[in-house]
């Protein structure tokens, strides 16, 4: 298979797969997903979920957000971890968007990137999820996937990212990036992965990866 064809075999699989593609985080405006975004770094999607509606009870939009003091915010978000630092960025973010943008997020990366406590990725998610403008946010499915399918070399997700958007045609950038987390969790996960069920990797995959993973599996049978 040539790079071009095992490409469109992870578009056409992945369309088949997850033709109606959910989205991870809960969230019911461009506000509430950067927050959301914000919180679910190292942790998970499931926790940030159960916790964004007690926060966003309390403010779902900067002007409230502001009313609530920093040790406020940081109690509620306690059990998503990192909370002294996502705490203070919530805070101090609500704040920029009321004074430098009329409360309300911009769509623009370079905006999303000067705000406190936004990186590359949350921005990516937000220009993406909220307003629809393409980009490749990488996180460790997609890095994980790309390296396991031999469509990156996997150094780094900044290079993960370059290879995605350099193989992968602009207009289904929101949709992949997306359809590769799900597939990642659900099929092609870091631990407990089981290739038989993994069709994409065992078709396209890495050889030493597919090699390791079988001298693995024997190992474990021994």
């Given at each position: 298979m040539t790079k071009a064809e095992k490409v469109q075999f992870v578009i056409d699989t992945l369309e088949?797969?997850?033709p109606k593609i959910p989205i991870p985080l809960e969230h019911k405006d461009p506000y509430t997903l950067?927050?959301?975004?914000?919180?679910s770094a190292q942790s998970t999607d499931v926790k940030v979920n159960q916790i964004t509606p007690l926060l966003f009870e309390r403010a779902d939009n900067p002007y409230a957000m502001i009313k609530l003091?920093?040790?406020e915010i940081r109690e509620i978000i306690k059990p998503v971890g990192l909370s002294p630092m996502k705490s203070k960025g919530i805070y101090e973010l609500s704040h920029i968007l009321i004074d430098k943008h009329q409360g309300?997020?911009?769509?623009?990366?370079?905006?999303?990137?000067?705000?406190?406590?936004?990186?590359?990725k949350t921005a990516s998610v937000v220009m993406s999820q909220a307003f629809g403008i393409p980009a490749f946010p990488v996180d460790?499915?997609?890095?994980?996937l790309m390296y396991r399918w031999g469509l990156s070399?996997?150094?780094?997700?900044?290079?993960?990212?370059?290879?995605?958007?350099?193989?992968?045609?602009?207009?289904?950038?929101?949709?992949?990036?997306l359809q590769i987390i799900w597939y990642g969790r659900e099929y092609s996960p870091a631990r407990g992965w089981d290739l038989d069920k993994d069709i994409i990797t065992r078709t396209i995959g890495r050889k030493p990866v597919i090699k390791e993973y079988h001298k693995k599996t024997k190992r474990k049978a021994r």
């Open positions: 088949e797969l997850y950067l927050i959301a975004v914000l919180l003091s920093q040790e309300e997020v911009p769509a623009s990366f370079e905006d999303l990137e000067a705000l406190p406590a936004v990186g590359h460790t499915h997609i890095h994980r070399n996997g150094k780094n997700v900044v290079q993960t990212e370059k290879d995605a958007k350099r193989l992968f045609p602009k207009e289904k950038w929101n949709n992949l990036h």
